[in-house]
């Protein structure tokens, strides 16, 4: 996937670290289950308080109540099952993700659901070794009935898993999301275990990186026909999705059935003109869409003045997202046209998109500047002109985005001025050949109060700011809300962050929400280092320093270098 959506499922694995836990945690034994159960009877549970709990488990040992006692027992049993991976018991949420369960330990779990009979929310995702074996859970959901939310991302589910959850289905007749996303034999035809079984009252259906097919496109439009209830659907990271005309038009058909759908995402699913036809009918339906996603759709060049005399429509649409669309100066004309229509608009992104640096003024005075809270133009070739132009909406922004714009070096000022006025919560600069002099007044601005709602700041590859700006930043006051700090260097020798890094140091007792520091390609002696470490450790900060170390846990790939 090559944007920051597609690597959405990705971020939610865990580290080497956590792998190694959940390990351990599995191969620890219980070595007195007797004392633990009494432990528990005493414990919260469904429909019982504690002091009934107590009673109930007194009467069960006199010879009162089989029933009661039973339960209460059952419930402690489910304690203990949770206890081994670290999860917290609770009667209407059942988590159990990253747990790395076994089918046996799947089984086991399905056994203890007649003791949850609340149960409101099923979250087993991230459990790759359950995948053909999900029948030993779906058998036992009868005992669940009133489950609303059921989540099974990324357990390597296979044909027979879902045509085994189709026919669970009947014994949840209250479900309103399902998400089978990160499955990827969910396509190819698997789908039509579904198909006639999800019950009407589904109101969520997600299904990202599924490798659905054209035919999956046929099948899933026929499944939303029976959903008139539906509210959000999300097919992301499908690419093959929509490479077939009239299959995507059965899916859009099926669409025209929800007039409820307030959100809508077909990120990277290879949408096409004849796309933007099939979608049309949909959205003259959809009057309560609210979020529209057509994202990484390349394309749709030159084809989405199609799809925008229908927008107009949309009067509650409060986001619309087209980045990395390869959108021409046509299609952004036709964009302006309508924009003054949607006035319901907040968030709106064109970013990764080259053509749209040249007509940023045009899309300003296009849009309802006071309500917009999202305008993100990263790497989107800004000229001088469209900069200033920018000045005009950054003042009611809580996000600003114009990372890869090397226009910004030397002209930060203008930009943050503007934001005195604006309560912002990020600002990303990557790559804007910010220089010292930036930093500087970064700094001022910082200390004047300006910043003091920010919680991301990245100010990453811009090799051309000295010691001097980044000891000024970091000895200002004025960030103490920043949870996360980027300012890794260029790609390329790394240098040494010795003359700044006793003010960042000292910036550590007012950043009391910091939880992340990136600095990569900086080096430090071992004794400074040490400090630093010492530093972090005690707030729990992680600290990523050259490219694959990190101080505290192992890291993630570097996201801002895939969205570039």
Same mark, same amino acid.
């Given at each position: 996937m090559d944007s920051a959506d597609g690597q959405r499922g990705r971020d939610q694995r865990r580290s080497p670290l956590d792998a190694i836990m959940s390990q351990i945690r599995r191969k620890r034994v219980c070595t007195d289950r007797k004392s633990m159960n009494r432990l528990l009877i005493?414990?919260?549970?469904?429909?019982?308080?504690?002091?009934?709990?107590?009673?109930?488990?007194?009467?069960?040992?006199?010879?009162?109540?089989?029933?009661?006692?039973?339960?209460?027992?059952?419930?402690?049993?489910?304690?203990?099952?949770?206890?081994?991976?670290?999860?917290?018991?609770?009667? !209407?949420?059942?988590?159990?993700? *990253?747990?790395?369960?076994?089918?046996?330990?799947?089984?086991?779990?399905?056994?203890?659901?007649?003791?949850?009979?609340?149960?409101?929310?099923?979250?087993?995702?991230?459990?790759?070794?359950?995948?053909?074996?999900?029948?030993?859970?779906?058998?036992?959901?009868?005992?669940?009935?009133?489950?609303?939310?059921?989540?099974?991302?990324?357990?390597?589910?296979?044909?027979?898993?879902?045509?085994?959850?189709?026919?669970?289905?009947?014994?949840?007749? *209250?479900?309103?999301?399902?998400?089978?996303?990160?499955?990827?034999?969910?396509?190819?035809?698997?789908?039509?275990?579904?198909?006639?079984?999800?019950?009407?009252?589904?109101?969520?259906?997600?299904?990202?990186?599924?490798?659905?097919?054209?035919?999956?496109?046929?099948?899933?439009?026929?499944?939303?026909?029976?959903?008139?209830?539906? !509210?959000v659907l999300d097919t992301s990271c499908n690419p093959r999705l929509a490479q077939e005309v009239e299959a995507f038009k059965e899916l859009a058909d099926g669409l025209s059935h929800s007039p409820s759908l307030s959100e809508l995402r077909f990120h990277s699913c290879g949408l096409t003109g004849d796309s933007m036809d099939a979608l049309s009918g949909p959205l003259r339906c959809s009057l309560s869409l609210r979020h529209l996603d057509l994202s990484c759709n390349k394309h749709l060049a030159t084809h989405l003045g199609r799809l925008t005399p229908h927008l107009w429509n949309l009067t509650h649409l409060q986001s619309l997202d087209l980045h990395q669309c390869s959108l021409s100066l046509t299609d952004l004309q036709h964009l302006i046209q309508v924009l003054p229509l949607l006035t319901a608009l907040t968030e709106f992104d064109v970013s990764s998109n080259q053509e749209v640096g040249g007509v940023v003024n045009q899309l300003v005075s296009a849009l309802s500047l006071t309500q917009m809270r999202r305008f993100p133009l990263n790497n989107c070739?800004?000229?001088?002109?469209?900069?200033?132009?920018?000045?005009?909406?950054?003042?009611?922004?809580?996000?600003?985005?114009?990372?890869?714009?090397?226009?910004?070096?030397?002209?930060?000022?203008?930009?943050?001025?503007?934001?005195?006025?604006?309560?912002?919560?990020?600002?990303?600069?990557?790559?804007?050949?910010?220089?010292?002099?930036?930093?500087?007044?970064?700094?001022?601005?910082?200390?004047?109060?300006?910043?003091?709602?920010?919680?991301?700041?990245?100010?990453?590859?811009?090799?051309?700011?000295?010691?001097?700006?980044?000891?000024?930043?970091?000895?200002?006051?004025?960030?103490?809300?920043? !949870?996360?700090?980027?300012?890794?260097?260029?790609?390329?020798?790394?240098?040494?962050?010795?003359?700044?890094?006793?003010?960042?140091?000292?910036?550590?007792?007012?950043?009391?929400?910091?939880?992340?520091v990136e600095m990569r390609r900086w080096t430090a002696a071992p004794e400074e280092r040490r400090r630093l470490e010492a530093a972090l450790r005690k707030r729990s900060v992680v600290v990523e320093w050259e490219r694959g170390e990190e101080v505290d846990q192992e890291s993630e790939c570097d996201g801002h270098a895939a969205e570039k």
């Open positions: 005493g414990s919260e549970r469904p429909q019982i308080s504690q002091e009934g709990a107590k009673e109930a488990g007194s009467k069960g040992s006199a010879g009162g109540s089989g029933v009661d006692s039973q339960c209460v027992v059952g419930w402690g049993q489910v304690c203990v099952f949770l206890q081994k991976f670290g999860k917290n018991a609770d009667s !209407r949420n059942l988590s159990v993700s *990253h747990c790395d369960l076994t089918s046996t330990e799947l089984l086991e779990l399905a056994l203890l659901l007649q003791f949850l009979p609340q149960l409101d929310q099923v979250d087993a995702s991230w459990n790759e070794l359950i995948g053909g074996s999900l029948m030993a859970l779906t058998s036992h959901l009868q005992h669940v009935g009133g489950v609303r939310t059921l989540k099974l991302c990324s357990c390597r589910l296979n044909n027979d898993d879902i045509t085994a959850l189709g026919e669970a289905l009947s014994s949840l007749p *209250h479900l309103e999301l399902l998400d089978l996303s990160w499955n990827s034999s969910v396509g190819g035809g698997a789908l039509k275990g579904l198909l006639g079984k999800v019950p009407p009252t589904l109101k969520e259906l997600h299904l990202l990186d599924c490798r659905l097919t054209a035919a999956d496109a046929s099948v899933l439009g026929r499944i939303l026909c029976s959903v008139p209830g539906l !509210r070739s800004i000229t001088q002109e469209s900069y200033t132009s920018l000045a005009l909406v950054v003042p009611y922004l809580c996000s600003v985005d114009v990372s890869w714009s090397k226009v910004v070096g030397g002209r930060l000022p203008l930009l943050l001025d503007a934001l005195q006025l604006s309560v912002i919560q990020e600002l990303r600069l990557c790559s804007c050949d910010l220089t010292t002099s930036d930093l500087l007044h970064l700094a001022s601005v910082s200390g004047r109060g300006f910043l003091s709602s920010l919680l991301l700041l990245q100010l990453s590859c811009n090799g051309s700011v000295g010691d001097d700006g980044w000891a000024a930043l970091f000895s200002a006051p004025g960030l103490s809300s920043l !949870r996360e700090l980027d300012v890794s260097r260029p790609p390329g020798p790394p240098a040494r962050c010795s003359a700044w890094l006793p003010a960042l140091l000292g910036a550590l007792t007012r950043m009391e929400a910091l939880t992340q």
